[in-house]
């Protein structure tokens, strides 16, 4: 039985297989009232925020998401639950991309390959109203050897990395961001000026030697 009051944990990700030995490790500690896997389904995983926008949540978000910045979802998923907890479980090993992820003030942030014991930890500090970074992440953080270069991109203009990385037009990027194409080229040209290069395909090259994308 869960303690009256239990948050409600939420598992954003594109990979099934880990979304769901996640989902169990969550269930196993026993300290959620439920717990729900969305891969990839935006739409649907807003229309569950929106049903339950007064119930704690604690959304579990991974960084890489191949059709949508997580960045954009941490700020709709406290704009729909002013309760919501964000913890970014990511693979990411980049210290300028984790610097940047933190300037949206994840309140965790776990690596795809910590333990069991080290989900507990951040649970407890999550508690007690601290930021929880795992060693791992802290570790890449602390490495002064890594670049650490600082990301030149706001989460809108990531938002339409990931478009342009799977090859939409102006036109089809438009529509996925709800935006007019032009305000899709303004960002463009002004991201080409951000990372000094002359063409999209630059300007991807760019991204993905930055892990970007």
Same mark, same amino acid.
Not at 97 to 114: C, E, V
Not at 127 to 142: A, D, F, H, K, T
Not at 144 to 165: C, G, I, N, W
Not at 171 to 192: E, Q, Y
């Given at each position: ?99 940047? #992820? ?9 690596? =795809? $390959?910590?333990?069991? !014991?080290? @989900?507990?930890?951040?649970? *407890? ?7 929880? #970074? ?9 490495? =002064? $050897?890594?670049?650490? !270069?600082? @990301?030149?991109?706001?989460? *809108? ?30 960002? *463009? ?25």
């Amino acid at each position: 039985m869960h303690p009256i009051g239990s948050p409600i944990a939420v598992i954003y990700d594109d990979h099934l297989l880990f979304a769901e030995s996640f989902s169990a490790v969550l269930e196993r500690l026993t300290l959620f009232k439920s717990v729900h896997v969305f891969v990839g389904d935006e739409q649907a995983y807003l229309r569950f925020l929106v049903k339950n926008f007064d119930e704690p949540v604690y959304l579990f978000l991974d960084y890489y998401l191949p059709q949508k910045n997580a960045l954009t979802l941490i700020n709709e998923t406290r704009r729909i639950n002013k309760k919501a907890r964000v913890i970014i479980v990511s693979s990411v090993s980049t210290p300028s991309i984790i610097n940047h #992820i933190l300037t949206y003030d994840p309140d965790g942030f776990l690596s =795809k $390959s910590s333990g069991v !014991d080290i @989900v507990v930890d951040c649970l *407890r500090t999550m508690s007690e109203g601290q930021l929880y #970074i795992c060693p791992v992440i802290r570790e890449i953080i602390n490495t =002064k $050897s890594l670049p650490t !270069d600082t @990301v030149p991109f706001t989460a *809108r203009e990531l938002e339409m990395l990931h478009y342009f990385a799977q090859g939409l037009s102006i036109i089809d990027t438009a529509t996925r961001a709800h935006l007019s194409k032009h305000t899709i080229v303004a960002h *463009r040209r002004k991201m080409m000026t951000k990372a000094q290069v002359n063409s999209i395909t630059e300007l991807l090259a760019y991204a993905r030697s930055k892990e970007l994308i």
